[in-house]
């Protein structure tokens, strides 16, 4: 077999690895999308504001020093620790969940029955107060995000590889990437298994369909709203785990939500698998789109052909490839 | 047999309730009424009468809807319920069956009726005797219990509904509307169900209908409603022997068929009703 034919094995690897990156932040969109009809515009930036707060914690940063050495005219920074980094996950697992417990009580409390439209500009609302609030916390400086996971080529895979064709030099595969995939996969599994098979889960999908039954049989909405909150909470800080210790903790991490949009008009915005196909489909597609063809037109064709093929699927199935099936009965 | 619900004791008292939709509408005028353990007794009226928003008033439905009880009592086993919220209602035994047949379109018929034991905390083995309780009274769902509730027929969303309710072990079922766009016979079928649990499970029914006939022969006692108040309550029988009841709801009268120029007396008469 010729060298051409294992690069293009290895673009379509990598692709699926990035693929499953986009997958992680467009699961939390499913998750609170599913459950309440609500597109949740602050999904990209909770990320964000995880993985900060994770970075804080696990450095031992002093919250709100910027403004307590202000106000105080102090000079604290740090307090001198540093967290384990298991514990500081959990931490801020344990802020994610505050956090939704508070986005109930202040915000989704009121908005009940109102148009989803409404609750989307209070996301939108959100979102932007949620990266101000981020900043004055922690710091607006890009951070350095390290959970011990391993970074770079894996040059073992590269090593075992390398003699299998005359002018190719191995698999390059990224550690982090595979551990991304290998962390999405477990995580996908347990989401499934917990919406199908238990008691809450089955809860949650009677919310998606029809909030005023699932109420009328005793299923506190309200309950419903934290927990989907703080699962999609937890989401986030495993997806700015995944992504800032790939590309840094800094504001743009927040935009990679854009990069989950397209993600969900493929997979569907309520479908969980389709979350990780469809993100599958666009990492292969978009790399394999840049190596074949992206030469003979100038390259850097990944920042716009993920929304086309979007766009494609928009006029030949909108509910994505996945999405519930609009039931309609005439 | 049809008077039994008069001796027993008082599950459910409704005590001259004002609701208000959204601050300003003014639905419910003073509705008083009381639910008898073991009966089944019928809320009448016609089209926005006020019957579901009763209903929504003593399960708390209504605060999701922008309604709010202004005025009144509302009290179950003598305790006030009117504050709380629809989940500590369940577990107190009170369930609705929501008008126009709200199913879980795509959980499977079982997923559906098992939703309805969320809030109960007494093991599965009694939960899944129940689930078989409900297949027998609704064989039609044992058959239909994989597929999405979506996908089955308007009678069958009906059952549905029901059987979720008596999932939730209830001792008194808020029934709206169950006739609602079935056909009739599917009507009597689901009434003969309705009846069969009230006799054999020993479950209260508060059943708002507009189908006046249907429900008239099979509730124990009844009150009509119209524009938001009680006009006329009392035994299912006595209700269906009186003329007024007769001419207004039943469609019948003593003089026969009525021709256009009874309208000016029709109204006058019906007056005083409302």
Known sequence: MSADFFYTVEVIINGLMTGVMYSLVALGFVLIFKASGVFNYAQGVMALFAAMTLVGIQTGQVPFAHLINTIFGTHLHKFGWEVPTLLAILLALGVMILFAFIVERYILKHLVNQDPIILFMATIGLAYFMEGFGDLMWGSEIKNLDVGLPQGGNIWLENATSDWADGFYGFYLDNLDMWATAIAVVLVASLIVFSNYTKTGRALRAVADDNQAALSVGISLRTIWVIVWSLAGFVALVAGIMWGAKSGVQFSLSLIALKALPVLMLGGFTSIPGAIVGGMIIGVGEKLFEFAVGPYIGGATENWFAYVLALLFLVFRPQGLFGEKIIERV | ?274
């Not at chain 2, 047999?1 to 309730?17: A, C, F, H, K, S």
């Not at chain 2, 809030?119 to 939960?127: H, L, N, S």
């Not at chain 2, 309710?165 to 169900?193: R, W």
């Open chain 2, 1 to 274: 047999m049809l008077d039994t619900g008069e001796t027993q004791e008082t599950l459910l008292e409704v005590n001259n309730i004002e609701v208000i939709y959204n601050h300003v509408i003014l639905v419910l005028k003073g509705v008083s009424l009381t639910v008898p353990k073991g009966g089944i007794t019928a809320l009448l009226g016609g089209n926005g009468a006020g019957k579901s928003t009763t209903l929504k008033a003593i399960s708390n439905l209504l605060r999701s809807e922008r309604g709010d009880v202004t005025k009144g009592t509302i009290e179950y086993r003598g305790e006030s319920i009117t504050d709380l919220n629809p989940a500590a209602l369940v577990k107190r035994g009170v369930i609705q069956v929501m008008e126009g047949r709200h199913c879980f379109e795509h959980l499977t018929v079982e997923d559906n009726l098992m939703t309805g034991a969320y809030t109960r905390g007494d093991g599965k083995g009694a939960v899944s005797a129940d689930l078989e309780m409900v297949y027998e009274y609704f064989p039609r769902l044992r058959e239909r219990r994989k597929s999405q509730a979506g996908y089955t027929s308007g009678g069958e969303q009906q059952m549905v509904a029901i059987g979720r309710a008596l999932m939730s072990k209830p001792e008194t079922v808020l029934l709206d509307e169950p006739s609602m766009g079935l056909a009739p016979q599917l009507v009597e079928e689901i009434f003969e169900i309705v009846k069969g649990l009230n006799e054999k499970e020993g479950v209260s029914f508060l059943l708002a209908e507009q189908n006046t006939n249907v429900a008239l022969r099979y509730a124990h006692q009844g009150y009509i409603l119209e524009s938001g108040r009680v006009v006329m309550e009392g035994l299912a029988s006595e209700l269906r022997e009186n003329p007024d009841v007769k001419e207004f709801y039943l469609g019948v009268s003593e003089e026969g068929r009525k021709s256009f120029r009874d309208v000016r007396s029709y109204r006058r008469r019906k007056r005083w009703l409302s």
